[in-house]
């Protein structure tokens, strides 16, 4: 149980364009979603954090108009990366909680990833 | 000073060693602990959760916490090539406050 996957896993695009990951909790309702951002040998850096239904609230330096957070449903979160620039290459990570009561709705699921390169 | 630390590592052991990372954190109000696995190019991987003080154990992984150090270790026993990997050690502090605090992973690398 507990299983989220990332779509794409890989994406590579042309600086300037869009990118649009998907996050899906596949076998649970996800209460919140989280999107982190990892660079090599470094651990995660949480993103946002999202909530089905209601806006994402970010964490303090990153761009929201940079990084929109769709969560429209409870087993879908979307991260879209707007006009990328070479400097948005990166491995993007989702996460979910599940929606049940106690332990286990503190600790999150994660994604697969999706690596990003922007050249 | 970070809330959590945590040794990078690299840790190097020979197949069949017992395997101890741990974390140190600052915050006494965390009471919900995780550890996580991370292959090269991978999501974490949830392998143990405990609440508050004392041991859990799950095959050959053992968690560990002592609230009163404010120290929480996994140990693995009979260690294995494939367990070669980035463990996190993660924490919060409260039922319902879901957003963790990482660690910044251990990297153990496992030897046949």
């Known amino acids: 149980g507990a299983v989220v996957s990332q779509h794409p896993s890989r994406v590579i695009c042309k600086s300037g364009t869009s990118v649009k990951i998907e996050c899906r909790s596949l076998?649970?309702?996800?209460?919140?979603m989280f999107w982190y951002r990892q660079f090599p040998k470094q651990s995660l850096m949480l993103m946002a954090t999202?909530?089905?239904?209601?806006?994402?609230?970010?964490e303090q330096g990153v761009e929201k108009d940079k990084f929109l957070i769709n969560h429209a449903s409870l087993t879908l979160s979307t991260l879209t990366v707007t006009s990328a620039h070479p400097e948005d290459s990166s491995f993007y990570i989702c996460?979910?909680?599940?929606?049940?009561?106690?332990?286990?709705?503190?600790?999150?699921?994660f994604g697969p990833g999706t690596r990003l390169l922007v050249l | 000073q970070k809330e959590v630390e945590q040794d990078p590592g690299p840790l190097s052991v020979p197949e069949g060693a017992i395997v101890s990372l741990n974390c140190t954190y600052s915050n006494s109000a965390f009471q919900y602990f995780m550890w996580y696995r991370q292959y090269s190019r991978k999501g974490p991987e949830l392998l143990m959760y405990?609440?508050?003080?004392g041991n859990k154990e799950d095959g050959r992984f053992t968690a560990q916490v002592d609230k009163s150090s404010k120290y929480i270790s996994l140990f693995i026993r009979d260690s294995q090539p494939s367990d070669s990997a980035t463990y996190l050690c993660a924490m919060n502090p409260k039922t319902g406050f879901q957003k963790l605090v990482f660690g910044t992973g251990t990297r153990l690398l496992v030897s046949p």
């Open positions: 999202s909530n089905e239904g209601s806006k994402a609230t970010y």
């Open positions: 996460s979910a909680t599940d929606r049940g009561f106690g332990i286990a709705s503190e600790t999150q699921y």
């Open positions: 076998d649970f309702q996800a209460t919140t």
């Open positions: 405990t609440y508050s003080s």
